[in-house]
């Protein structure tokens, strides 16, 4: 049976038939076949991401309520030892009403976070900015920080020009794609150009 990896290389497998054998997996093997894709894989996946329906804010926190933590688990194709490119994007919504809800604050946790900083960012729709949707419907964007209440335990808010974290988050924008119910792509951009860094990320069960 063909897997992840197999569908991306077929050049006639689109993102729905991609989309559909990751829906079909439970959430732990869901995770087993994205964890495995290298650059090569994630590159071609976000090719093929843009004829995905456009992903939007639901797919990063469902139903969950304000300040309520979502964790989608991610790898990254930074030239790093493997267990530093494991890393989780948590989101939240938002309090308040209106049109602020529709965007998210987030940072990153794993290994690296303690040396480097959580990278804090707002992720807003890209509707609004041709250039932008044409790369994904949400832009996670380390231009802004949160200026409001985020989730419980998380760490303290700081720009991304704070310490080493310039070095890997300041001015920067991952432009994401759907791949499946629970599955995104991000494609890195530094200051509009493109990094040909990507990052898969796996939404967990909720809890």
């Given at each position: 049976m063909a897997g992840l990896i197999d569908l991306i290389d077929d050049d006639h497998t689109g993102i729905a038939a991609i989309g559909s054998y990751l829906d079909g997996l439970e959430a732990k093997a869901r995770w087993l076949e994205v964890k495995q894709l290298d650059r090569d894989h994630q590159r071609t996946l976000y090719e093929k991401a843009a004829h995905a329906s456009?992903?939007?804010i639901a797919h990063f926190v469902g139903s969950a309520g304000p300040r309520q933590e979502v964790?989608?688990?991610g790898v990254n194709t930074l030239p790093l030892p493997?267990?530093?490119q494991r890393f989780q994007k948590r989101f939240c919504r938002p309090e308040g009403n209106g049109a602020v809800q529709a965007r998210l604050f987030g940072y990153n946790e794993g290994p690296s976070r303690k040396l480097i900083g959580p990278g804090f960012f707002v992720a807003i729709p890209t509707a609004d900015r041709p250039q932008w949707s044409a790369r994904g419907g949400i832009v996670v964007d380390y231009f802004q920080v949160p200026d409001g209440e985020v989730a419980d335990g998380w760490p303290r808010i700081v720009a991304n020009d704070w310490r080493l974290q310039r070095f890997v988050y300041h001015?920067?924008?991952?432009?994401m794609r759907r791949?499946?119910?629970d599955v995104?792509?991000?494609a890195a951009f530094k200051r509009e150009k493109p990094l040909d860094h990507y990052f898969v990320l796996c939404r967990r069960p909720a809890a």
């Open positions: 456009a992903i939007d964790i989608h688990d493997t267990s530093w001015e920067t924008r991952d432009f791949v499946s119910r995104s792509i991000g």
